[in-house]
């Protein structure tokens, strides 16, 4: 593989197409820093994170500063020499979130570049299990929806295939989320999955209440219920209720997965390359779930997923929620409810540059040369 020449960073701000609320918060933001790298050859690859509203000009600092200047001169195949060598130049403020989005972009970016020289699309680089995977829907099931359209939006998911809707809890008082819940169920009827997400929001005993009082709607599972560094609290849920836990869009390590893993903490593990610290990592904690029987359900950015979803035997879904149609030309495909693999090399996204470009926050976007 040809020597790295040059990094060009950029910052996108984009604004969500629908109101996203949760039992804590309000989604109005996403900041997707971009990375682009360029070797020796001419060749690029091009990879991308996010935040959901904070923290983005502070992963473009850690960017400029210190992460894209060693890369300069690195053989752009030693993709795990890389990570390794960034996340210890960078152990004082690992593990964290704002460390693991700065990563995650440079990684994903060098692996689109190898995928592209090696002519191969990513799901196959990296395992090639399966060439589509089923979609669930979280668009039409954000917190502050009135309970006719969570029914309407998930008749229609349905309708087309999909194989499930996640609908947000956390309301004030349990019946509420009970009665919300209860009539999605009658209108799905039993062959259709309902995934629930609390967001962090409860204590222990709070989720084990409300876990209780949902047992009978056989929900797919319970995601996030507690703060995501409550190991313990979620050994005690998982110990208390036959309804699956999902956990792993708030964990930056592949450490924190193992210990949820060894202890019980979880049913069904939820990496988000974005918030792990690129490919490299997801697919450890992808692999080692597999070693512990646990479907992988990744978290968001669906655009990435996709592929990576389809190249591990695990994966189980793909999370619909459109983030990238404002940068991208072709768009992912789907077909009855699935998730098809891309067939073009390298990571699957069409960027759209000139959408990119006129988008980019200029203050944040650099280019770092030989």
């Known amino acids: 593989m040809a020597k790295i020449e040059k990094i060009e960073l950029r910052m996108v701000d984009l604004v969500p197409k629908v109101k996203r609320t949760d039992a804590i918060q309000s989604f109005v933001s996403q900041e997707t820093p971009i990375v682009t790298i360029t070797d020796a050859d001419g060749a690029t690859g091009t990879g991308y994170s996010y935040t959901i509203g904070t923290g983005g000009s502070s992963v473009m600092r850690l960017l400029a500063d210190h992460l894209a200047p060693r890369l300069i001169g690195r053989d752009a195949d030693q993709i795990e020499a890389i990570w390794h060598d960034l996340e210890f130049a960078t152990h004082a403020t690992t593990i964290g979130p704002i460390t693991a989005i700065a990563l995650a972009a440079i990684d994903t970016a060098l692996w689109d570049l190898r995928a592209r020289k090696q002519k191969l699309p990513l799901w196959k680089l990296a395992g090639g299990a ?44 349990g019946s509420e989320d009970v009665s919300r819940l ?22 222990v005993d709070e989720a084990i209440r409300r876990a209780e009082r949902l047992r009978e709607l056989d929900l797919a599972w319970i995601e996030e219920p507690l703060p995501a560094d409550d190991i313990d609290g979620h050994v005690r849920l998982s110990n208390s209720t036959a309804t699956p836990i999902a956990v792993g869009e708030s964990l930056y390590s592949i450490r924190h997965f193992r210990e949820y893993m060894q202890k019980g903490g979880c049913n069904i593990v939820q990496v988000d390359v974005g918030r792990i610290g690129g490919i490299t990592p997801w697919l450890k904690v992808a692999h080692a779930a597999e070693a512990f029987d646990m479907p992988v359900c990744p978290h968001f950015l669906m655009e ?49 540059w000139d959408a990119v470009e006129a988008r980019s926050i200029a203050e944040f976007t650099t280019a770092i040369v030989k």
């Not at 589509?132 to 309708?159: F, M, N, Q, S």
């Not at 169920?185 to 259709?192: E, F, L, P, T």
């Open 130 to 173: 399966k060439d589509r995977c089923p979609l669930y829907t979280t668009e039409g099931g954000w917190l502050h929806i009135e309970t006719a359209a969570l029914v309407d939006d998930a008749l229609e998911a349905k309708a087309k295939g999909f194989t499930g809707s996640k609908v947000k809890i956390g309301k004030p008082h």
């Open 182 to 203: 209860s009539a999605v169920r009658k209108a799905v009827g039993d062959g259709y999955e309902i995934m629930t997400d609390c967001n962090q929001g409860f204590s």
């Open 304 to 352: 990435l997923h996709v592929s990576l979803v389809c190249a591990i035997q695990n994966g189980k879904y793909v999370e619909y929620i459109p983030q990238l149609d404002e940068l991208t030309g072709k768009k992912m495909r789907i077909e009855d409810g699935h998730a098809l693999a891309p067939g073009e090399p390298g990571i699957g996204i069409d960027w759209d």
